[in-house]
């Protein structure tokens, strides 16, 4: 398993795709939604106007008077190539207006390297990119915490009270929404925030097929009796999630060696563990 963050692509960008860039590219369009990501970076980079499929391409308001020179061709550009079909698709696309055109993924894989002018990186097997993991179809096999990633962490102190219950139902804020159904939902709240949490779950159309919530009473006895990795494992490896998106690098760490499973901590952005089935990203 793979896992790039914004960090990784810039610096992959920078130092391995840039230098192998033609000078004649006077516009670059990205894929919607994800290569617009690197398709921004790279027009920036090389003073290219920056388009999307679909749309009117544009230079940022500093150079908004200036020229394209005659004779440039366009960048096509995806974060990853995968099978290689949707860049065929938008290379199809571009050919039907008639724009003459490199195309280039920043991560391309064996199979469709051959299809591309330029790539970064081939990057077969599973893989995980910082940008994109709340909304490709390899999420619904993923295992979600919930504070911390799903909502911001609360900020008020659980002791079984009316606070912490207002707190969670209506004062925590979204941080990354599943975009897709997801496996689980697996959290150390108790069992006895299941409304407030299930209210605040369809208030932002965050859809799972289980919400698994510590068992014990109170919250003290919750802190006394349950370990909340050894909670998040067992469930984890119950359900076999492909993968674990957890809120906290420490957690994280335990989890991913307890599991023998590869977990995504959103505290550093950094994947733990690894030897793990293809995601399908």
């Known amino acids: 398993m793979r896992f790039k ?28 939604r994800s290569g617009m990501i690197p398709a921004t970076i790279i027009a920036t980079a090389i003073g290219a106007k920056l388009g999307t499929l679909g749309g009117a391409s544009y230079f940022g308001s500093r150079q908004k008077h200036r020229l394209l020179p005659a004779g440039t061709k366009a960048l096509l550009v995806d974060d990853s190539s995968h099978t290689g079909k949707a860049m065929a698709a938008a290379s199809a696309a571009l050919r039907r207006e008639r724009v003459d055109h490199y195309t280039c993924a920043v991560y391309a894989h064996t199979d469709s390297s051959s299809g591309l002018d330029f790539y970064a990186e081939v990057l077969d097997g599973g893989r995980i990119f910082q940008w994109n993991f709340t909304g490709v179809k390899a999420t619904e096999r993923f295992c979600w915490d919930m504070d911390g990633v799903i909502c911001t962490n609360p900020t008020v102190f659980d002791d079984d009270g009316d606070g912490y219950r207002n707190h969670i139902l209506n004062e925590v804020r979204p941080l990354y929404l599943p975009q897709v159904m997801v496996k689980a939902i697996v959290t150390n709240r108790l069992e006895r925030w299941r409304s407030e949490t299930e209210t605040w779950l369809r208030r932002y159309g965050v859809q799972y097929r289980e919400l698994l919530m510590q068992p014990w009473p109170t919250a003290a006895e919750r802190r006394q009796k349950s370990s909340a990795e050894e909670f998040k494992v067992k469930h984890f490896i119950d359900r076999d999630g492909s993968i674990f998106i957890e809120s906290h690098d420490r957690q994280a760490e335990t989890i991913a060696a307890l599991s023998r499973r590869p977990v995504l901590s959103v505290e550093s952005m950094q994947l733990f563990g690894g030897e793990r089935v293809e995601t399908g990203l």
Not at 6 to 32: A, E, T
């Open 5 to 32: 963050s914004l960090s990784n692509l810039s610096v992959d960008i920078q130092v391995k795709l840039l230098p192998q860039l033609p000078r004649d590219v006077g516009v670059v369009y990205g894929i919607p």
